[in-house]
């Protein structure tokens, strides 16, 4: 089965700066990322998601950018806002044919106003 | 349209007894999941079903848990004999189609305490 590694657990950046989250995977099948924003008390979110036909997505301050060979992708958020303030995971599907999706330990990110 | 809705928001239940987690998912999606979240980590995959096809169970942690979609909308969870150690958040997700390469949408969850 696939295993995901994400760091850092903990990540604190003064407003305006970035915030980059990684996560490695093991299972080199994989072809599909996304990348889910959880606040307290609430639902995950997708954010972003990118396909391994691809090496960089971004939408607005977010990007995601994946590399196969090393099989690590990476989440960057670009002048972060308080309301960035969230816990982060990254997932990455199983291949062996059905969707168990894996997640990532989380990252619980702090923007100081 | 409706996003995927849990009930209860939360259970409080004492050790021992019998709970039951209901899901509704967004309204034709084909693959709904369910996930086991634990205070400070990320979710825990637990089964997945195919319409009323559950085709993988093999992270329920036990055979206390079972999970069910006999018509292929409405899943339930179901927790026997509850332990403290199943308290935590369970999350239920769907998607549209049987591919894997398509997000997720969850539910608010369902917060059980086991006393």
């Known amino acids: 089965g696939e295993n995901v590694e994400q760091h850092p657990s903990t990540l604190s950046v003064q407003e305006g700066d970035s915030a980059v989250i990684k996560c490695t995977y093991s299972?080199?099948?994989?072809?599909?990322f996304p990348w889910y924003k959880q606040e307290l008390g609430k639902r995950p979110q997708l954010i972003i998601d990118i396909r391994s036909n691809v090496g960089e997505k971004k939408d607005q301050r977010i990007a995601v950018t994946l590399n196969k060979t090393a099989k690590h992708f990476s989440l960057h958020i670009t002048e972060t806002q308080p309301e960035d303030s969230a816990v982060y995971f990254c997932?990455?599907?199983?291949?062996?044919?059905?969707?168990?999706?894996?997640f990532g330990i989380g990252t619980k990110l702090q923007v100081i106003p | 349209g409706a996003g995927v809705s849990q009930s209860p928001r939360y259970k409080v239940a004492k050790r021992g007894q019998d709970v039951a987690l209901r899901c509704d998912p967004i309204?034709?999606?084909?693959?709904l999941f369910w996930y086991q979240q634990a205070l400070g980590q990320g979710p825990e995959f637990l089964t997945y079903f195919q319409n009323e096809a559950q085709l993988d169970k093999s992270g329920l942690p036990s055979d206390r848990f079972f999970a069910e979609r006999p018509e292929g909308s409405v899943s339930t969870l179901k927790i026997q004999r509850t332990q403290q150690e199943d308290s935590a958040v369970y999350l239920c997700?769907?998607?549209?189609?049987?591919?894997?390469?398509?997000?997720?949408?969850f539910g608010d969850g369902t917060r059980l305490s086991i006393l």
């Open positions: 997932a990455a599907p199983y291949s062996g044919g059905y969707q168990k999706v894996t």
């Open positions: 299972d080199s099948a994989s072809n599909y």
């Open positions: 997700a769907s998607n549209p189609g049987s591919s894997f390469n398509q997000p997720q949408h």
């Open positions: 309204s034709g999606h084909v693959s």
